[in-house]
Structures are given as C-alpha cells and as structure tokens.
C-alpha cells in the first residue's frame, strides 16, 4: 500500500507502507532520508539509498514501512505523526534516519533539508529532535522500540557548534525501558559515508539484520564488528538499550542449525565456571580437552581437590580469619570468581560463605595468610587473565572472519564468471555446481565464526562488568604479578600481556567518557 502527502517547493514526502498478513501492522518502521539539502554543500550521496535499502529489507521482514526522503523540518513532522499513529499497541517499532546530525545543550537534531546557517538556532529551527522521537515511542508505548542514528556523516559542515565552536558528533543519550538507540559512531564522532552505494554503517546493517532468530542485541554486535574491522577502528558504532526480552528483526523459528554452531565451549565453561566441585570442571574438560579455559580448569580442579582432601588434623596454621559479615558481596562474589561459592540470584547466608572461604583458605596451603586484601586480589587476577584469554580467541576469530570475508568475494566473483561461462557450454555448469557448493561451504564458516564471535564478546563485557562491579580497586597492572600462579596459569607472558589489554579495556570501560564502547574491538584487529 502507497500514500502520498505533498507538499509546495520541490521536494515530496513519500509514505510507503508495506505489509505482511502474518505480521499486520505489529512491525513498523519509518525511514528518513536526507540527500538533497538546500544549501548544496550538505548535500549527501548515500542517504537515499540507504533508506531504499532499508525499506526493501524491513517491507521482505513484514513491517509496515514509512519512509520520507528529502524531507524538510515539516516533512519530518508529519511522518513522525503517521508513524506514531501506526506505532500504537505495535510489538516493534523502528526509526532510522541518514542524512547530517547535530548536538546542542545536550540534545540531538536530525537536520532537515531546509536547514540554513551555521547556528544552534539554525539547527533548531530545521530539525526533528530525538527527544522528539522518544516522546513518540513513549506515547505508542510498542513492546520495544529501536532508533538507529546513521548521523554525523563526514561533512565539514555536518558540525555541532558548541560555545567554543568546536566540531562535535551527536551527543550520548541514555534510551528509555524497552528502547534501543544505535548510534553509527560513538559520541562525538563522525561516520564515514562511504565509497559505495550505501555508507559504512548502513552497509553493515544490511548484511545482519535479516539473521534468522537473531537477536537485536547480537545483531547491532555484529554491526559494529563490521564497521570497526573495516574503518580500522576508525569509527565505533554505539549502542545504548534498555530492552526487556529478546527481539529479533527476523523472528524466523527456522535458525538454520544456529544452535549446533554455537559456541559451546564458552557456554559450558560460564555454566561451570562457579561450580565448587572438581566434577564439575572434570565434566568441562572431558567435553573440551582442548577447550580454551582447560588450563583454568586443571587448576581449579587441583585447588579444589586439595583442599577437599586436606586432613582435619592438617589444618593451616597462623592464617587470618576473613570476616566475612564485612563486605559480604565483595567476599561472595570473589568467592564465586574463584570457585570456591557457586553463583546465587539471592545472597549467600554467612553459614555459606564461611564455609567457602574455608575451602579457599586450605587451598592455599598450610601456612598461607588469608585477608581480604588477598582474596579480592586472587578473584580480580583471576578475572584479568580469563578476559585476556578470551582476548586472545576473539583476535584469532577476527583475523579468520576476516580472511573468510575476503576469500568470499572472491569465490562469488568467480562465481559470477562460471555462471557466464556455463551460460554458452554446458561442460562448464558441474564446475559451476561445485563452485555453489564451495561457496556454500565458505558461508557456513562465515557463520559458524560469527556466532562463536558473539559468545565471545558477550562473555569478555560480562568480565569486564564483573571487575568494574566488584573489584574496580584492583584494576591496577600490579594486580596481574601479584603471587600469580594461585589464581592463573602465568607461566606465559603471552597471556600475562593479554590480561594487561583485559585490563586497559576494563579501565576504558570504567571511564564515563568510553563507558559502553566498542573501541577495544580495535585492539583485536589483524595487522595491516
């Protein structure tokens, strides 16, 4: 379905809506596209292609599909009612919009086409807000809502001017419950348009969103993978979100045999990893004898087998006692890191804890001093060298997805080169046969790495929430030397190198400024 609204001047809103009965009207989606500026020097390439695009995936993924190009501060206006009207009890909404971006006191604009002059008031005065927007999903109230900003293109003019007249991105803005905001780039930041058809961002977008079973969140993941590997960390695409639940674009029940490409090893190493019986991590390593944590594994295995088996009349001698009543969360959770208290949604009575901490304590050997000071020191040590170890496995699946990205072009353009060739001489088409296979081949790599890359980044944050949340005083590169072999193997100094980049990227992770960024992606990237 088609409706149109004009308007005087040159440029016309188009409202194209199109659905799917099996989805009706519970997906929708308006696209905004902003080319062709009045001042001529604004002017962008891409943005109308970008939200074609976009509107060719959604309308195949069964939204109701809004979209206005070109539009001026009143055409972005009366989109933003329509797609309001429609968004109302829906179960997604979405709003994209390309084209300049702006800040101002701590607001964001979305730069019409009429937009004149170099002002905050200017800015103001021709522009859609994302206050705006948010109000809009806030009134529709949709079960979730995704606003994705691809803004700040780089034009010299698409600028910010804040009191200094410094150049500046859009502005970080916290979303709403059950609303995602992506960002092309992080804060302050301008995204690259790009040589091609569609900008950097926008590109990326495309190839992931129709990921059957996908989640949005593993989707805007695998985005700003994308992007950093191939800006070189240049730009950072941002996510802020408070969704509740899981929504995929594409809620296909058929994943493809996703589930068998998972990655399990890191699966079942966060299922067992506060397990508090060598069982349990024998179990881990019986199932991955080659896993990545099976030297972690060995160890905690040793830890606690010794002091499960230490003679009553052996107990150790001169050994502080840990007043665990003190800090009980800081003590649980240091407990929980090592092993020695399992995981728990509600808080380890004291009788538990004391417990625990005296398996840790006979762990430790006879004459070995338990203070707090030690056992916070040994969980976030331990932290340190599982998140460079996870480090090292998202380098190495980088540098293969890449490979395996560049070896696909070149199998389809080979491809496109048989399929003329098979076209005239049917003695080609068995080699052209084969050739589909191989590429269906390199696609089930491409996968199978793209899902493994997933578990890998989901678990490094986790780590990295994990010391940020309890042991943000230890985050130190002492840390790493002190008394090391307790709590991780470290006789590598690969791997004490890699818990120092787990550390700058804890510290990044920390710091208001970086807090939610994807910039230590690019500290994994293959060297040029």
Known sequence: ????????????????????????????????????????????????????????????????VITAQDASSDDMDRALNAFESQLKGADLGLFFYAGHGSQAGGENFLLATDFQGATSEAVKKSSLTLGRVREAF????????????????????AVTLDPSGKAVGLARAKSATGLLVAYATDPGNVAFEGTGNNSIFTTALLKHISEPGLDVRLMFGRVRQDVVLRTRGAQVPWVE???IGEHAMNPSLDSGGREAMIAR????????????TPQAYQGYLDAFPNGMFKDFATQRIARLSYSANLPETDTPLQVAKLDVTRDTSRVSAALSILGFAPKSRSALDIEELEAAAAAYRASLGKNAALTEDNLFADASRLLLYLGGNV???????????????????????AYAELEEVAAGDESAKPILEQARTDIAAIERAQTEVLSQLDQERGYYEDLMTQANANFSDYMVERTIGIAATRSAPVDDEKLASRAKLFLKHVNQAADAETQGSYQWLSDFLPQS
């Open 391 to 413: 480090g090292k496995q998202i380098q190495v699946d980088i540098a293969a997805l890449s490979s395996i990205d560049q070896t696909l072009v070149v199998a389809r353009d």
């Open 138 to 157: 806030a009134r529709a109230k949709p079960n979730a809502g995704i606003v994705i900003l691809d803004a700040c293109r780089d034009n010299p003019l």
């Open 1 to 64: 379905m088609k409706t149109m609204l004009s308007r005087s001047g040159l440029l016309t809103l188009l409202l194209f809506v199109m659905a799917q009965a099996s989805w009706a009207a519970d997906r929708v989606a308006l696209l905004i596209g902003n080319s062709r500026y009045d001042n001529s020097a604004l002017s962008l390439k891409n943005p109308a292609n970008d939200v074609a695009a976009m509107s060719k995936k959604l309308g195949a993924l069964g939204f109701v």
């Open 241 to 243: 979100e408070s969704l």
């Open 265 to 276: 090893d890191i699966e079942m190493w966060r299922a067992v990893s506060s397990e508090t």
